[in-house]
């Protein structure tokens, strides 16, 4: 049977979410120059939710499922920073134990609001992380696990974006994510499908983290040997799972692969022109929706989500302040 995430499981999500969740604003981005051919582009700011990024909505609504034996056993989960801040408050909210392991190559503003949210950080190369990632499990943590995207309530919370999407802007016709794992983008297609199914699903990753755009080629889940670290730590994983495949191949429509420089300009676009500091991967979804080979898809409302914010403020001005 093919995995789906139903409408009524994002509507069931939205009834639970909103006891912390933020509706987020959508915003137009006007930059001059371009094309007046070229596609009005709308952000959605998950930035602004209460961690900096929208794993706060699939991590409370999973969280919420469990039952109080399994809370009381404590829970844990594997990141790069966001969805481990968006279980520990899910977490603490619910008065249980939290550990998360966390990559090595995130920010530490993301480890510092970790901390600050009450949860043990068990620190891991990029490595184990993502083997833990595709195992769904660890030997060297305890607990109730939550996958940060391979988990039907995560995708399901996930979803809600795209109710609000819909309510504020009827005629999207396009919506552009960074994929990290897929969970982001495989809650909004699924939603957007039964919600505006003429509008058009598309994923943006780094050049140097794509597993995704080699997936569409060679027609099947894989690795992407070529994997490097980056600024762009919360997209880009080095592989899709078998398990989150069959969705994304059958409602995204193509993964738009932007440079690191592009998505750095796109930083400082928004900073400029919108007033808000995006992270790497957020800057990915922006990155593709401005680029050319965008445009040729001939949309006229597309939203790009700013997934977060959660960037050191020196690395920020560093990468803003070199684009030309």
Not at 79 to 108: F, H, I, K, Y
Not at 176 to 197: D, K, Q, T
Not at 215 to 224: E, K, L, P, V
Not at 249 to 267: F, N, Q, T, W, Y
Request: with cysteine; charged share 20%; aromatic share 6%.
């Amino acid at each position: 049977m093919t995995r789906q995430i139903s409408l009524e499981t994002v509507r069931e999500a939205a009834s639970i979410v909103y006891d912390v969740v933020v509706r987020t604003p959508l915003v137009r981005l006007e930059v001059p120059g371009l094309s007046s051919d070229g596609p009005e582009i709308f952000l959605k700011l998950e930035s602004l939710q209460p961690i900096g990024s929208f794993k706060i909505r699939g991590a409370y609504n999973a969280l919420k499922h469990f039952s109080p034996a399994q809370l009381a056993r404590g829970v844990w989960t594997v990141s790069a920073g966001n969805a481990a801040q968006g279980v520990a408050l899910a977490a603490r909210m619910a008065g249980a134990a939290c550990s998360v392991m966390v990559m090595d190559t995130a920010p530490e503003t993301k480890l510092r609001s970790i901390e600050r949210l009450g949860a043990h950080i068990v620190r891991a190369p990029h490595d184990e992380c993502w083997r833990t990632v595709e195992r769904h499990a660890s030997d060297r943590m305890t607990g109730q696990f939550i996958h940060p995207f391979d988990d039907d309530m995560f995708i399901s919370g996930n979803g809600t974006i795209a109710l609000e999407i819909v309510e504020d802007l009827p005629d999207v016709d396009a919506v552009i994510a960074a994929i990290g794992g897929g969970g982001l983008l495989a809650g909004v297609a699924s939603a957007m499908r039964e919600l505006r199914p003429q509008a058009r699903m598309y994923a943006a990753e780094p050049e140097t983290a794509a597993p995704l755009s080699l997936s569409f080629d060679s027609g099947h889940a894989s690795i992407f040997e070529a994997w490097k670290s980056s600024f762009v730590d919360g997209a880009g994983g080095r592989s899709v799972l078998p398990t989150m495949w069959p969705l994304l191949e059958a409602m995204i429509e193509e993964s738009v692969v932007v440079s690191l420089d592009d998505a750095a300009r796109a930083m400082k676009t928004v900073a400029d022109r919108v007033h808000v500091i995006m992270e790497g991967a957020a800057a990915c979804a922006v990155a593709a929706a401005l680029s050319s080979g965008f445009a040729r898809h001939g949309h006229k409302k597309v939203v790009a989500i700013v997934s977060g914010g959660n960037i050191d403020l020196s690395r920020f001005a560093q990468l803003t302040g070199s684009c030309t």
